[in-house]
T-cell receptor, first 117, second 111 residues
Framework: DTGVSQNPRHKITKRGQNVTFRCDPI?????LYWYRQTLGQGPEFLTY????????KSRLLSDRFSAERPKGSFSTLEIQRTEQGDSAMYLC???????????????FGPGTRLTVL | GIQVEQSPPDLILQEGANSTLRCNFS?????LQWFHQNPWGQLINLFY???GTKQNGRLSATTVATERYSLLYISSSQTTDSGVYFC?????????????FGRGTQLTVWP
């Protein structure tokens, strides 16, 4: 049973460029979450998918951010016109369907560390 | 959203010592997880414990949901226990499952 995977692990970009991250959840996990973590802080929620439906978005997710999960499997997070304040670790997590396993228990991927120069 | 406070923010121990990390939360929860974040940033699941007591080797955890706190105990600490420990909770009033994290406890274990 493979865990949550994220690609790339590291991304360095120049201010103003667009970047896209990918998350592959644990097989059969239909719920997927994105979080952002800055230095010295705990992760902060960005958005939540149940299957392909995006059911919750944080106010942290500005218009420059968009997330998709087109077939209810992997998800992508795109940041347009990156700013230096976007530099952070972007974490993806998944949960099994309700009624299986521990309710709402989340399993995290290794993260994508973004540096905006 | 739910407020999560962890204490102490920093903890320095010598190998072999025991420690207790605390997590206070501001509202009723339907999920409480303890994580260890390794130096590469990966969050490792330690416990899923919205209530009750669990033990796993040298680690154990207790959550008293009615009093809105959880404790993580580390016994006979080892240098490999170093890292940041996070408590995260889910809002009992929501079915969507987002987690609210504390700021973590930075644990350093010296040989």
């Amino acid at each position: 049973d493979t865990g949550v995977s994220q690609n790339p692990r590291h991304k360095i970009t120049k201010r103003g460029q667009n970047v896209t991250f990918r998350c592959d959840p644990i097989s059969e996990h239909n719920r997927l979450y994105w979080y952002r973590q800055t230095l010295g802080q705990g992760p902060e929620f960005l958005t939540y998918f149940q299957n392909e439906a995006q059911l919750e978005k944080s106010r942290l997710l500005s218009d420059r951010f968009s997330a998709e999960r087109p077939k209810g499997s992997f998800s992508t997070l795109e940041i347009q016109r990156t700013e230096q304040g976007d530099s952070a670790m972007y974490l993806c997590a998944s949960s099994p369907p309700l009624g299986t396993g521990n309710p709402n228990e989340q399993f995290f991927g290794p993260g994508t560390r973004l540096t905006v120069l | 959203g739910i407020q999560v406070e962890q204490s102490p923010p920093d903890l320095i121990l010598q190998e072999g010592a025991n420690s207790t990390l605390r997590c206070n939360f501001s509202d009723s929860v339907n999920n409480l997880q303890w994580f260890h974040q390794n130096p590469w940033g990966q969050l490792i699941n330690l416990f899923y414990i919205p209530s009750g007591t669990k033990q796993n080797g040298r680690l154990s955890a207790t959550t008293v949901a009615t009093e809105r706190y959880s404790l993580l105990y580390i016994s006979s600490s080892q240098t490999t226990d170093s890292g940041v420990y996070f408590c995260a909770v889910g809002d009992r009033g929501s079915t969507l499952g987002r987690l609210y994290f504390g700021r973590g406890t930075q644990l350093t274990v010296w040989p």
